[in-house]
T-cell receptor, first 112, second 112 residues
Framework: DSGVTQTPKHLITATGQRVTLRCSPR?????VYWYQQSLDQGLQFLIQ???????AKGNILERFSAQQFPDLHSELNLSSLELGDSALYFC???????????FGPGTRLTVL | GNSVTQMEGPVTLSEEAFLTINCTYT??????LFWYVQYPGEGLQLLLK?????DKGSNKGFEATYRKETTSFHLEKGSVQVSDSAVYFC???????????FGAGTILRVKS
């Protein structure tokens, strides 16, 4: 158990819908990262927050957004969902931006 | 940009066989290097890491050495077990914010 929690574990929804994925980092970790794992793209970095501020952005679609709250949990919002958004979404956390990242169990999103 | 290349799988071995999974990288600067493991139905777990040239990371019988001259970080284990069956990802930390760049992953199957 890495100490990073993600909810929900599974999410099934329809095209065009909007969903929110939640991540709670390990106690004391200030940095949160979001990654997408899909069969065709592999594991890709989406976005990073550090102590509430966006720190780095990767291959994140404009339909996707994220934020980190004062209690340091983070949410990833996915809107206007398409079939191709079906994937495993992982959250990871680290104590600073230079430390090892620890991953949560992931949220499996299925778009029908 | 920075990238990681792993040997393609699946790799199928008998129990107690020697394991090597090749990983090479392209990067500017001096990234940290990681091996993560993903067991069926689970999230990513850090297996080992190395932060500078000639460092050797080790954990649970697995080893990898950071070779700057060959830009490699090959994973080895002297005697694999059925329980080692999983997907192994090589990764490097990339730039500001320390996001991870992953290889495509290598499936390892160990037969008894």
């Amino acid at each position: 158990d890495s100490g990073v929690t993600q909810t929900p574990k599974h999410l099934i929804t329809a095209t065009g819908q909007r969903v929110t994925l939640r991540c709670s980092p390990r106690s004391g970790d200030l940095s949160v990262y979001w990654y997408q794992q899909s069969l065709d793209q592999g594991l890709q970095f989406l976005i990073q927050y550090y102590n509430g501020e966006e720190r780095a952005k990767g291959n994140i679609l404009e339909r996707f957004s994220a934020q980190q709250f004062p209690d340091l949990h983070s949410e990833l919002n996915l809107s206007s969902l398409e079939l191709g958004d079906s994937a495993l979404y992982f959250c990871a956390s680290s104590s600073t931006t230079l430390d090892t990242q620890y991953f949560g169990p992931g949220t499996r999103l299925t778009v029908l | 940009g920075n990238s990681v290349t792993q040997m393609e799988g699946p790799v199928t071995l008998s129990e107690e066989a020697f394991l090597t999974i090749n990983c090479t990288y392209t990067a500017t600067g001096y990234p940290s290097l990681f091996w993560y493991v993903q067991y069926p139905g689970e999230g990513l777990q850090l297996l080992l890491k190395a932060t500078k040239a000639d460092d050797k990371g080790s954990n649970k019988g697995f080893e990898a050495t950071y070779r700057k001259e060959t830009t490699s970080f090959h994973l080895e284990k002297g005697s694999v077990q059925v329980s080692d069956s999983a997907v192994y990802f090589c990764a490097l930390s990339d730039g500001d914010g320390n996001k991870l760049v992953f290889g495509a992953g290598t499936i390892l199957r160990v037969k008894s």
